[in-house]
């Protein structure tokens, strides 16, 4: 969870293949817990019943033994997700459910069934992915199907279209909509407009998309960029090469940007962008400059011989977390 707050969440999810021959595909299914979808990357998603089945895309699915790949997802309300199976083609299958639980403890709880069991006495937790009834130390209830909390149930958070009005928190609906004054944020599919006072807007066509995991308060303009590109990447025997760059990638900053955002990174087979403006996390550059999934095994990371300051790879990432401005 590489964000976590009190009313939504982010989760960052790492799939590995641990057999000894390469997968062909890969699906998992997450419990939401009550938690409402918001959005996902690198998989595509089947929300259903509370739950969500995650499917690789057609670039992530082929994992050599011991190869691993990451996608991840945002979600709103007060719930966290579980992982309840995962399988596989091409490699071992496995079918996974998950088990928490504690000590008898003292304090009312409540007991855990896949189909529905009432809570029992006690501290702790149970978590079950079959029918069952929660015995003693059940913290809390979760089930998959139908079924009956125990005593101390927690909240239920449900999202509704609608307009931000005055001093609103946030608004989510899936057409064009407008925050009103003083609204916190709002959040349309069809590209909407932030009212007066309103925090910021995000759209699926004409505005920002959903905030990037690795994105953080900061942000960074071109022009903190460009000395970092001139310094380990745009000399004349690489990608500042004027006639002949490196990869056919001219690095130079009166080039730089427009060689970089929405570009194909070739080693992918268009199947990913350098620079996806607002996503960091969907940017091969940062790929190549941290050395992590890449898509050719014999590819080397950038800038060879030695990886960037982290200083140097936040002020990249911050600068594409703004949108990749070219200023």
């Not at 021959?21 to 089947?46: D, E, K």
């Not at 895309?57 to 994992?63: A, F, H, I, Q, T």
């Not at 960091?280 to 400059?289: A, G, Q, R, T, V």
């Not at 977390?321 to 070219?326: E, K, L, V």
Request: charged fraction near 15%.
């Amino acid at each position: 969870m590489p964000s976590d707050w009190k009313s939504g969440y982010c989760a960052s999810v790492t799939i590995r293949n641990t057999g000894s021959s390469a997968t062909t595909s890969w699906g998992m299914v997450i419990g939401l817990n009550g938690s409402t979808l918001n959005h996902a990357w690198n998989t595509r998603i089947t929300p259903s019943d509370g739950q969500l089945r995650a499917v690789n895309e057609s670039y992530n699915g082929g994992l050599a033994p011991g190869a691993s790949t990451m996608w991840g997802f945002c979600g709103s309300g007060t719930g966290r997700p579980t992982l309840v199976a995962v399988d596989g083609s091409g490699g071992p299958d496995v079918t996974t459910s998950t088990s928490v639980s504690s000590s008898v403890g003292s304090g009312g709880g409540a007991g855990v069934g896949g189909s529905g069991g009432e809570g029992g006495e006690g501290g702790g937790s149970t978590t079950t992915t079959t029918a069952g009834t929660g015995g003693e130390g059940g913290g809390s209830t979760t089930t998959t199907t139908a079924g009956t909390g125990g005593e101390g149930g927690g909240s239920t958070t449900t999202t509704t279209a609608g307009t931000g009005g005055e001093g609103g928190g946030s608004t989510t609906t899936t057409t064009a909509g407008t925050g009103g004054e003083g609204g916190g944020s709002t959040t349309t599919g069809g590209g909407g407009e932030g009212g007066a006072g309103g925090g910021s807007t995000t759209a699926g066509a004409g505005g920002a998309p959903p905030l990037d995991p690795a994105c953080g308060p900061d942000t960074a303009a071109f022009a903190d960029v460009a000395p970092i590109l001139e310094k380990s990447c745009a000399n004349q025997f690489c990608h500042g090469n004027p006639t002949s760059p490196a990869g056919r990638l001219d690095l130079r900053a009166s080039t730089a940007v427009g060689a970089l955002v929405n570009q194909d990174a070739g080693s992918c087979s268009s199947e990913k962008a350098l620079v996806v403006p607002f996503m960091p996390s969907s940017s091969y550059l940062m790929n190549k400059l941290k050395d992590v999934d890449l898509c050719d095994p014999d590819e080397s990371s950038m800038p060879p011989g030695s990886s960037l300051p982290e200083a140097d790879l936040k002020t990249i990432n911050d600068w594409i977390c703004a949108g990749a401005p070219d200023r």
